[in-house]
Every structure is written in C-alpha cells, then in structure tokens.
C-alpha cells in the first residue's frame, strides 16, 4: 500500500500500519450486554446510553450523530456501509469511559474515524474518507498515529508518524513524531533521512524508537471487530 521500496528498516515502516503486528497482553473478561473489548485494551466502561449511540451510528441511523468535526456540516458525516467497516472500543482521552475507533476493514487509509460520548452526545473527534495518504490508527494503550505517506519534494517521498493523545474535550497532545525521507538523486540514488523529534538519526537508532513508539504497541487484525457484530 506505500509506494516506497526501502529495504530493512523501511519494510517495517511500510508494512506495520496495515499488519498491525501483534501486541501481546492479559486476557481480559468481556463486561456484559456491551460490545465486545478487545483483550490487549485496557478495558474501558461503556454505558448503555453509549452503547446505544455507537450501535445506532454503525447501523446508519438518521440523527445518530450529535456534533460533527470542526469544518464539517452533520449531512457531510457519513459512514460507509457496515459491512465494509470494523471497530474497536479504546479510552483514548483517559475519562474511563470507551471511545468509538471506526475504520474500513483493514484499509484505514480509505476511511477511519474516531467519535465520542459524553454528557448526552455523540461527538465525532475525527474524520477521514478517501484521504488516501493519510490515516489515523489507535495504540494499544490508547494513544494514536497519524500516518502520511506522501510525496513532500519534487524528488522525495515521505513516511511521516505523528503519536499523539486524545484530552478529554476531543483537542490533541502530541507526544511525538517520527519521520523517513526517501530523496531521489540525479544519478537515481536514493538517500535515506530518519528523524526522531525532529532530530536526525543513524537508521538503527530510528527502527529501535519506531518499534518502542509504535511497532511493538499496535493492534492485532483480530482486535477489531466486524461492525455488523
């Protein structure tokens, strides 16, 4: 799905956001009359009124959204079918209460979204269809990433990861930022750059906090559930 062809270290990057490598952790009981958690997630209270909004907005029901993203009219909301979407239940604001992560299955780049409930509202916290070189995926310990894979130069190409958190009003904290600049030269060779922070690094230096960042905290293929389920 990247256009890259980075060898070692680049096919992490350029496979992990979509095998999301497994995250080993204790099992944990599934609350009852609730959808299900996925065992590596810190399990995260859902109320029946919660429930109830985020099984309303997966079937598609007129009205079920209360507030839309900031820029977006409630009309342009729209999620696709159920059948072509998965999701997972994560604290992400660390309120105790479970998040909504929506994505289409196992293609998040084509759509993925993030809503919220609290205070008698269903609020939608992020967005994205078919911004193709873009995508948000959620961490194991609750945390997400922004992934762009995108050309940012006439002769370069990037993997950009940005880690942030989720605060209670739905605003975001970023915690850090990793980045691969692939530049093509003149004669055809490709030259590598790796930043951490910003700050340049050796390609060893960078696979060890991408794999503590984020290769080592992603999510299973079975931690996201059908969204007909």
């Known amino acids: 799905m990247n256009r890259t062809s980075i060898t070692g270290l680049a ?3 350029a496979v992990a956001p979509v095998s999301y490598t497994h995250l080993r952790a204790h099992e ?6 609730s959808m299900p958690v996925s065992p590596p997630l810190s399990p995260a209270p859902v109320s029946a009124e919660a429930l109830a909004a985020y099984r309303a907005l997966l079937a598609g029901e007129p009205g079920a959204l209360d507030r839309p993203p900031e820029g977006l ?8 079918p159920a059948e072509e979407l998965e999701y997972v239940l994560l604290d992400l604001d660390g309120d105790g209460g479970a998040e909504l992560v929506v994505q289409m299955v196992a293609q998040p780049h084509q759509f993925n979204a993030v809503f919220h409930y609290g205070d008698g509202e269903l609020s939608c916290w992020q967005y994205d ?23 940012t130069g006439p ?19 970023e915690c850090a930022s990793l980045a691969v ?8 060779t490709e030259v590598f ?11 060893d230096t960078f696979a060890a ?5 984020v290769g080592s905290r992603l999510l299973s293929l079975e931690d996201w559930t059908p969204a007909t389920e």
């Not at 009219?73 to 696709?80: F, S």
């Not at 906090?209 to 960042?213: A, S, V």
């Open 73 to 80: 009219e409630l009309h342009q909301v729209t999620l696709p």
């Open 129 to 151: 269809i078919m911004e193709m070189s873009c995508r948000d995926y959620p961490l194991g310990d609750g945390a997400m990433v922004r992934q762009y894979d995108t050309g």
């Open 181 to 188: 600049h692939q530049d093509t030269q003149e004669d055809g």
């Open 155 to 173: 002769n370069r190409y990037s993997n950009l990861y940005t880690v942030f958190r989720y605060l209670p009003d739905g605003e975001t904290e």
């Open 193 to 203: 750059t790796y930043l951490v922070d910003d700050a340049e690094v050796d390609q």
């Open 28 to 33: 944990t009981p599934e609350p009852a009359n």
């Open 209 to 213: 906090e991408f794999e503590e960042l």
């Open 11 to 13: 096919c992490l990057l």
